[in-house]
């Protein structure tokens, strides 16, 4: 421990200091730290002109915030421990071992950048070696991310299985996240702490308060200005507050903070107090809402510049050498600026590289077991085949975790033994906990972004989350994460990262009593995402058998299960062997014919089926698929069938304006117009809501009656 005078004058001891005895920084770590933060300031510079020159296309820079990320990165190990920065940190960045050329790779938008390879804007972090997980600009949405890593690695500590299969799990390793003061208004944010400590996980997050979200002071986004002191009762949490500009100050703080998580005690938050001395970003002009005597105040606190007076007045170096930095940052900023825009950008036809997994294709013949087929058993409704999936595929693979509202037998596990338990509304995870514990079977929080974002944060470590929203109807607060981080990890980072969770999700109407929020059917909203797998059985051994191909790819796929087909007699089936598989894009002819094709799925299929035999006592032969597969859907097998009879109907329980239907009824228009003898018909649910009134509901949405009416008029075309 160095206990130079000099450098002693440099260290403050906080009121929270917990030990008079904490590590003093020597020489070289302080020039470390003030090389660092310089050098980010620097580039913030080079980046703001760079964009005045039109060389690179936004700019949003860490200026202020240097000295806590600094800080930060001392006490953090990079490619050891874990981090989901926000787009300020580019201090921290560079301390666990970013390089400016990385970074200015970034700016330019080049093939080569680590952080996106070109796809995402500047200050957008990722970079695989040193575990800094790819961050997106939608505010708040990695805290929940943080949250669910730093869980997998608590899974892990719990489930022997995975010790087997893993080695990148450190058993002192910490989760840091960090956020803006604005991104704590978000609900997200509370959603993390609570799960945090509730399950008291090592995750340091470090709030940088600059006093501004864009234009929006503090005060106006948090009641009473202050959000550390609205969490200091959360349980576990550890909360130090610091001069987020004073470096050595940030340094004690952040070492506290981290050795809490390391010593598995909980989560901790800094709150550290920084300055913004630039606008938000080039495309904020700050004079607008500041005032020059705030902003002077501002630049009073300069980290970088108070820093380097300190050094040279404690005598830890002189002007020369302060002055010897500063030229040797610029000389290396300038040089990697000139490789960077000197680096070769994207080729254009990479632009859909990596929307899906390279490596795993679920849309191929090893997925393919459908002509291996064996039954066995009494039959099982919809429910019993998907439960027996999920049984078999957790016994073969101690990665899956299954989670969600309600999905437990009984989260009190005392009880477990007195009761007949839970298993989901819909009895679909009915003893998966009583058969592989609490530690891979459990209750979450009534919070849909909240399930779905510690899933992805478990599926970048390695885990295998099945995750179920209890209705389609409360997906929507889940919907940033499900659009913009877990459909886009893999593309957004340039295949970098991965997030191939399962989320199941019980959707549609024809319940009797369902009406509005129990009966949403909105699945276009999803078919429209790329990178999203969207799968809808319309039977028990589809469900089955599609469900264990979602579970072994290596894709997000959103899996969407009737509630109305649940439990219906006539899609029933016998039980396959634990390898049955079907592949995606894959559809069934569900009946043959040759007059006129129907292309459905869902709850239409039987409807369709009744309306065809109905329409079969007429004289119309009726062919029925099943595209089983909405993303990727059959293409081959719909020109077939159109090709083969000429007329068309498109039928689903979506609405009929912009619903999923329009989609194939476009593209048949489009590619097999010679083939048609009439024009592509829709059979949709009315453009509402599902109402509660059964008599409502049935003229709301699709009946059996509808398809034979469509029948019958295109026949007569």
Same mark, same amino acid.
């Given at each position: ?183 704590? #208004? ?28 864009? #234009? ?206 839970? =298993? =989901? ?293």
């Amino acid at each position: 421990m160095n206990t130079d005078t000099k450098v002693l004058k440099l260290v403050r001891k906080t009121e929270t200091a917990t030990s008079s005895h904490e590590e003093l920084p020597d020489h070289k770590l302080l020039i470390e730290m003030y090389r660092t933060m310089y050098l980010s300031r620097r580039l913030d510079d080079k980046e703001i002109q760079l964009k005045g020159q039109n060389r690179i296309f936004f700019q949003i820079s860490g200026a202020g915030h240097e000295a806590v990320l600094v800080a930060a990165g001392v006490v953090l190990k990079a490619g050891y421990d874990w981090f989901y920065p926000y787009y300020r940190d580019r201090a921290l960045c560079l301390q666990l071992g970013m390089t400016p050329l990385e970074m200015l790779l970034s700016a330019v938008g080049a093939e080569a950048d680590p952080n996106s390879h070109g796809r995402q804007m500047p200050s957008h972090w990722g970079h695989k070696k040193l575990n800094i997980v790819s961050q997106s600009s939608p505010t708040g949405t990695q805290l929940l991310q943080a949250v669910g890593c730093a869980e997998a690695s608590y899974r892990y500590s719990l489930i022997p299985e995975l010790q087997k299969r893993f080695s990148n799990f450190r058993h002192d390793e910490v989760t840091y996240v960090s956020l803006g003061d604005g991104t704590s #208004s978000e609900g997200e944010f509370w959603e993390a702490l609570n799960t945090a400590s509730n399950l008291k996980l090592p995750v340091v997050f470090l709030l940088e308060d600059n006093g501004y979200a864009i #234009s929006v002071p503090v005060e106006v986004q948090t009641a009473g200005g202050d959000v550390s002191r609205l969490v200091e009762n959360f349980p576990s949490l550890y909360l130090q507050r610091c001069d987020g500009t004073d470096p050595i100050e940030s340094l004690e703080v952040m070492r506290r903070a981290v050795d809490y998580c390391r010593q598995r005690n909980g989560p901790a938050l800094v709150h550290a107090k920084v300055i913004r001395p630039y606008s938000h970003s080039l495309s904020d002009d700050e004079k607008l809402y500041r005032p020059d005597e705030e902003r002077a105040s501002d630049a009073e606190r300069d980290p970088v510049k108070r820093f380097g007076a300190q050094l040279i007045d404690e005598g830890v170096l002189d002007q020369d050498a302060l002055q010897q930095i500063k030229n040797e940052v610029d000389r290396i900023v300038n040089e990697a600026a000139d490789a960077a825009l000197s680096a070769a950008q994207p080729a254009r036809e990479t632009a859909t590289h990596f929307i899906f997994s390279p490596d795993v294709d679920p849309c191929s013949k090893e997925f393919d077991t459908e002509d291996r087929l064996q039954l066995s058993g009494n039959a099982g409704t919809m429910v019993d085949l998907i439960n027996r999936c999920l049984y078999t595929e957790m016994a073969r693979d101690p990665r899956i975790v299954v989670f969600g509202e309600d999905v437990a037998d009984c989260s009190r596990e005392q009880y477990l033994d007195g009761v007949k338990g839970k =298993g =989901g509304v819909f009895k679909v995870t009915a003893n998966l906990q009583r058969k592989y514990g609490s530690d891979r079977v459990f209750n979450s929080p009534l919070a849909e972004a909240n399930i779905v974002g510690r899933a992805i944060g478990m599926a970048t470590r390695g885990l295998k989350p099945v995750v179920e929203i209890q209705f389609f109807d409360y997906i929507w607060p889940a919907m940033h994460q499900i659009r913009n981080e877990l459909a886009l990890l893999r593309w957004r980072s340039g295949n970098e990262w991965k997030a191939p969770v399962v989320v199941r999700v019980p959707i549609g109407g024809y319940l009797k009593g369902g009406a509005v929020y129990h009966s949403q059917s909105g699945v276009s909203t999803f078919t429209q995402i790329p990178g999203l797998r969207v799968i809808y059985p319309s039977n028990a051994l589809d469900a089955n058998g599609l469900l264990r191909t979602a579970i072994r790819s290596d894709d997000p796929v959103l899996f969407l299960e009737h509630k109305h087909l649940y439990r219906q007699a006539y899609n029933k089936s016998q039980y396959p062997t634990d390898d049955f598989m079907i592949p995606f894009g894959k559809a069934k002819r569900v009946r043959e014919g040759t007059d006129i094709s129907i292309i459905t799925y869902g709850a239409l299929v039987q409807r369709s089926v009744v309306a065809a035999k109905q329409m079969e006592q007429e004289g119309v032969s009726v062919e029925i698929i099943d595209l089983r597969s909405l993303v990727p859907f059959d293409w081959d097998a719909i020109a077939a069938t159109v090709k083969k009879t000429n007329r068309v109907i498109v039928a689903h329980e979506d609405s009929l304006s912009f619903g999923y239907g329009a989609e194939i009824a476009a593209r048949i228009t489009d590619e097999l117009f010679e083939y048609l003898d009439a024009p592509v018909k829709r059979v949709c649910a009315l453009d509402t809501f599902v109402a509660y009134a059964p008599q409502l509901e049935d003229a709301i949405l699709p009946q059996a009656s509808d398809v034979a009416k469509a029948i019958a008029e295109l026949k007569a075309y």
